[in-house]
């Protein structure tokens, strides 16, 4: 499967079978966050078999049912961008491995979370995992026009740099970003609303993914 691939074939999954993740994953799992967190500064911890996070009586929107493995994201109180960013590579990775995930805002006790943050940081927002009952469904999307100065003659990485960020999922799929090709540098804003820093590191994450790194340098 080619990352685009990867991407394409993720949607949020809000229902997971009641089948733990296996060993050898949950593993391959720990190993990638650790890496993560090595290279990021942040202090992302896997959490497994562990219902109490998802145990809400009332979700603020999209109920959850099953979830019992999340990562909780952990990191410096500014950091929305670089939990986004970071946050994705830990999302596509566990899609790569065959397992469904959700970012998840609103929908959690943060109480049932059992991390105490060092001071200066923060717990931004969980990722729910595991085996979805179904692998999610498309949704609706923004065109490459609406999020960006795309035209037909822009090169083919800018296009498939743009393709790739709307596949990124954003809060109550809101999309509002906009990416800008100048010169060769490609600038990246985020929209004014909830999450949307989170959603711009997220968005640029797969942006990176579908245009390739070494075809240009962010603007900002
Ligand atoms: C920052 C962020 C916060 C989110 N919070 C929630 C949430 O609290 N509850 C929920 O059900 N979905 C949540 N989602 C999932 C979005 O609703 C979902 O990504 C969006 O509708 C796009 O769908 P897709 O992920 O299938 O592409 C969140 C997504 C992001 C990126």
Redo the contacts with the bound molecule.
Sequence with gaps: MTDYELMLS?????SYLDKPIEEEKVRALREKTEEVNRKSGLHIALFTEEPKCFKVSE??????KNCKNYFAMVGPSDADEKI?YYGEELVLFAQSLGLNT???????KKGGVDIKPAKGEKLH?VIALGYGETQ????KSKSISEVSNAVDSSPEWFINGVKAAL???????QQRFRLKLEGDKVSAKAGLFV?TK??LG?VKYHFELGAGKENFEWAD
């Design positions: 993720r949607h949020s999954v809000r979700p603020g929107y999209g109920i959850f986004g959700c970012w998840a805002a609103m929908s959690y927002i999610g469904h498309e949704r596949t990124a999922p954003t809060a109550i799929n999450y989170l959603d997220i």
